[in-house]
């Protein structure tokens, strides 16, 4: 078995996933600020958790263009 290899996909796989979580859970911690009624949050807060979203969605894409073969033809 070719265990560099092993490690380097498994290193891959967790720094996808933990940026994808991170991504989404960026977006909902913004989109939360940005619906705050009490204080008056900057403008850009919301395009900002939208755009996190946006990434965790092409994220999520890619993984799947990555795995469907059928997508590679």
């Not at 913004?30 to 009490?38: M, N, S």
């Not at 403008?43 to 073969?69: D, E, H, K, N, T």
């Amino acid at each position: 078995m070719k265990w560099l290899e092993l490690l380097s996909v498994a290193g891959a796989t967790l720094v996808a996933a933990v940026s994808v979580v991170v991504l989404y859970a960026l977006g909902v911690r913004l989109t939360a600020i940005a619906g705050d009624v009490q204080g008056s949050p900057a403008a850009w807060i919301r395009p900002l958790s939208y755009v996190c979203f946006g990434f965790c969605g092409l994220a999520v894409l890619f993984g799947l263009w990555l795995i469907v073969p059928y997508f590679h033809h």
